[in-house]
């Protein structure tokens, strides 16, 4: 692996701040915040590529690898992005929009989901990150998830999809199931509780690190030691949780970015990926890319233009993610593509259409379900990441790990020691 020098970093560090910091600028003197997607993209991709943070191999890699770091690096996402939405609540910035329990979309929608990100070696922003630097597999599996979509969308699957998104369960109240609406405690007092219960495991955790590795540094530490920190940040891989604490740094900026722009949705990539497929093989949009005007006290409703929705937001933050993907892997020397037996290959293109058809029908994915959905504290979301969850693991079992039925229970139950390696 090449890495840039102590110096060639610096141009490229600074055209990617200087786009981050025009765009901002440009949307702020336009009014025109869907523009802020851009650098909400730019840096998730960016941040995803340097932790190598892949939803799909960070539950693959606990079977295959032993290593749970991803995983980690996940759930630190989680729990600071709660965090940040907790703060938008008490501060009025945002009113939270959890995902309903829609008990068999999210356990069917799951389950296909969960397999079909095995085959694909990816989820569908961890498909996005690894095609910007030079994985073929994850490019073929980018092209099966629009059609994954389309046959849930307006294909022989749209029936399943209706029929399974009709089992709704509403909280109580009538509101989406959460969990502060089922224990009748504030957002933020749940949210507190979560962060409060991680920062004391995660520190326990780090107390029993320490006293194992005898206070002795890494190779990687070692390796990193006579760099500077801008040098070392922008030009090494970051460990799991580095990147998951940037991404969950950025939840809570995304969040106000899509609700100024008429989605009030955190982070989500799977149907910017599928209205990118739109815009050139469809027509007929409703352009969706600003909040609608508040109506007035006792107004009657207006009515939604006709036409299929297109949501602008989703659409630059999935153009934008794999530019900054790419930059990171250029600044670690990781850029190149990676060519796979033509039957990986198939097998990824197929495991894209599961994943697409899976997200539609759990509506969503990793970043929309998981990381999203787990830090606004959905029911429906942790049904759909637990099937997901199942699901991957078993496919990992029989398909990468080459198991067998009979020691399917042994293999899920099994914990081991953390190595250094991925799933890709």
Excluded at 14 to 25: H, R, S, Y
Excluded at 63 to 68: A, C, K, Q
Excluded at 226 to 233: D, E, I, Q, V, Y
Aim: charged share 10%; glycine share 14%; proline share 6%.
């Amino acid at each position: 692996m090449r890495v840039e020098s102590a110096t060639a970093w610096r141009p490229w560090a600074v055209a990617g701040l200087l786009f981050v910091a025009v765009t901002v600028a440009l949307a702020a003197l336009l009014k025109l915040w869907v523009l802020t997607a851009l650098p909400v993209g730019f840096l998730f991709g960016f941040f995803l590529q340097k932790g190598d943070l892949c939803g799909a191999s960070a539950m693959s890699e606990v079977l295959v690898m032993r290593d749970g770091r991803k995983l980690l690096g996940v759930w630190i996402t989680i729990v600071v992005g709660m965090a940040g939405f907790a703060l938008l609540d008490v501060g009025g910035l945002a009113r939270l929009s959890p995902k309903p329990l829609l008990w068999g979309s999210d356990l069917v929608g799951g389950l296909i989901f969960g397999a079909g990100t095995v085959l694909a070696g990816g989820c569908v922003s961890g498909c996005l990150f690894k095609s910007a630097t030079g994985n073929l597999n994850s490019m073929a599996a980018l092209l099966g998830m629009p059609l994954g979509v389309a046959l849930v969308e307006a294909g022989p699957l749209r029936g399943l999809g209706a029929a399974l998104k009709a089992t709704l369960i509403k909280g109580p109240g009538g509101g989406a199931m959460t969990l502060p609406s089922l224990t009748g405690l504030p957002f933020w007092a749940v949210a507190a509780l979560i962060v409060a219960a991680t920062g004391i495991a995660l520190s326990l955790g780090r107390r029993r690190s320490r006293l194992a590795a005898g206070g002795q540094a890494s190779p990687s530490q070692q390796a990193a030691a006579g760099l500077s920190p801008w040098t070392r940040a922008l030009t090494r891989p970051w460990r799991p949780w580095q990147a998951g604490l940037a991404i969950g740094l950025l939840a809570a900026p995304a969040y106000l970015s899509s609700a100024a722009s008429g989605r009030n949705y955190p982070l989500g990539v799977t149907h910017g990926v599928y209205h990118i497929a739109q815009l050139a093989t469809d027509h007929g949009f409703r352009h969706v890319w600003k909040a609608a005007p508040a109506a007035p006290a006792g107004a009657a409703a207006v009515a939604t233009a006709p036409g299929k929705p297109l949501v602008w937001w989703l659409v630059l933050v999935v153009a934008a993610l794999m530019p900054g993907a790419w930059l990171a892997g250029r600044l670690a020397g990781q850029v190149r593509l990676l060519p796979k037996p033509p039957e990986e290959t198939l097998v990824a293109f197929g495991g894209g259409v599961l994943v697409g058809a899976g997200a539609d029908i759990g509506t969503g994915c990793v970043v929309g379900n998981i990381m999203s959905g787990w830090a606004l504290l959905s029911v429906g979301m942790f049904l759909f990441g637990a099937a997901t969850l199942l699901a991957n693991w078993i496919v990992t079992h029989f398909y990468l790990m080459g198991g067998g039925l009979r020691d399917l229970p042994w293999a899920l139950s099994r914990s081991g020691n953390p190595r250094q390696g991925g799933v890709s």
